[in-house]
């Protein structure tokens, strides 16, 4: 499939490009996850201001799970309590955290007027699959289960999240369906990796091959899976789940330029196929890993807009 980058896409890929960063499967997982976090001080827009951010700490089966929950000011309370979303960040499952994602974070809390909590699941290679997924059921039941003392509405809850977050959404959702979790009221998956197999088209187009390349595509599955074996897993590859009827509604964004490209379109239609409410958006012009750079991509920001939308629309 042709892509040709948005004028601005453009500009930014060639800035990165001529900086000479170093390609993420060079580094150690600590030095790319530096790097991922600089990143963002270019990237992300300004927040908007919300009425509070405050961190938490989840109850997990090993221990704790670090979070952060913000409160836009004007959320859309029923009986005093508001509609929530549990936020997954992108990251391969090797890099990325609380403070990587935080802007989106307060953007989607701000477009929707709900409370968002964010997730800071373990990271690969120290704690391969299924460490992340563990986490992301784990700490979804326990909001969940705490909802009123967070002041959020158990029957609005939805999850979601940006490439690997994606993944781990869609992983949420098909447990939470089948007894492993609460009823939720929506998945968001943003530009999701669903299928390890890694034999869709967009995953060997010279053109997909942007910011997120095909080489560092196989260096964050290797230091997320152990074995081969994991790749037909659902809980690493929801794509693998032979149905996905009963699941909640979905928003489906894809990007042009990205590997994972074909994967998320084909997920949305399969969901679309179960009965799944289905809202699929594609960018053609844009590459993998924009929805975070409103400060330099204005499709950015669009896209948070159509998501706050949704999410209102949800209930």
């Known amino acids: 499939m042709p892509v040709v980058l948005d004028l601005d896409a453009a500009t930014v890929y060639k800035a990165f490009q001529d900086a000479g960063r170093p390609a993420y499967e060079t580094l150690t997982a600590a030095e790319a996850r530096a790097y991922y976090l600089q990143a963002r001080f270019v990237t992300n827009p300004e927040p908007p201001e919300l009425a509070r951010v405050?961190?938490?700490?989840?109850?997990?089966?090993?221990?704790?799970?670090?979070?952060?929950?913000?409160?836009?000011?004007?959320?859309?309370?029923?009986?005093?309590?508001?509609?929530?979303?549990?936020?997954?960040?992108?990251?391969?499952?090797?890099?990325?955290?609380?403070?990587?994602?935080?802007?989106?974070?307060?953007?989607?809390?701000?477009?929707?007027?709900?409370?968002?909590?964010?997730?800071?699941?373990?990271?690969?290679?120290?704690?391969?699959?299924?460490?992340?997924?563990?986490?992301?059921?784990?700490?979804?039941?326990?909001?969940?289960?705490?909802?009123?003392?967070?002041?959020?509405?158990?029957?609005?809850?939805?999850?979601?999240?940006?490439?690997?977050?994606?993944?781990?959404?869609?992983?949420?959702?098909?447990?939470?369906?089948?007894?492993?979790?609460?009823?939720?009221?929506?998945?968001?998956?943003?530009?999701?990796?669903?299928?390890?197999a890694m034999t869709h088209g967009s995953h060997s187009e010279p053109e997909t091959s942007v910011l997120l390349t095909h080489s560092v595509i196989r260096w964050f599955r290797d230091h997320y899976l152990s074995s081969a074996a994991d790749i037909h897993d659902w809980r690493a590859s929801p794509a693998r789940a032979e149905n996905l009827a009963g699941l909640p509604p979905a928003f489906v964004m894809t990007a042009g330029a990205d590997p994972l490209r074909d994967e998320g379109g084909?997920?949305?239609?399969?969901?679309?196929?179960?009965?799944?409410?289905?809202?699929?958006?594609?960018f053609p012009g844009q590459f993998h890993g924009f929805f975070t750079m409103g400060k330099l991509l204005q499709q950015a920001n669009v896209a948070v807009s159509e998501i706050g939308a949704w999410l209102k629309a949800l209930g």
């Not at 704690?127 to 002041?151: E, Q």
């Open 266 to 282: 084909e997920y949305a239609a399969r969901l679309k196929q179960a009965g799944v409410p289905v809202t699929y958006k594609h």
């Open 54 to 196: 405050a961190p938490l700490s989840i109850t997990a089966p090993h221990g704790t799970i670090p979070a952060r929950i913000y409160v836009p000011k004007q959320p859309r309370l029923k009986d005093g309590a508001a509609p929530a979303l549990v936020f997954f960040h992108g990251g391969g499952w090797v890099i990325g955290d609380l403070d990587s994602h935080d802007v989106v974070c307060r953007q989607l809390a701000d477009a929707g007027a709900l409370v968002v909590i964010a997730i800071d699941y373990r990271l690969a290679p120290e704690h391969k699959f299924p460490a992340a997924a563990d986490d992301a059921v784990a700490a979804t039941k326990w909001i969940a289960a705490n909802a009123r003392a967070l002041g959020i509405d158990p029957a609005r809850l939805s999850i979601g999240g940006d490439s690997a977050g994606g993944n781990l959404a869609a992983v949420v959702a098909l447990a939470a369906r089948d007894g492993d979790g609460p009823e939720l009221a929506g998945q968001l998956l943003i530009y999701p990796a669903v299928d390890f």
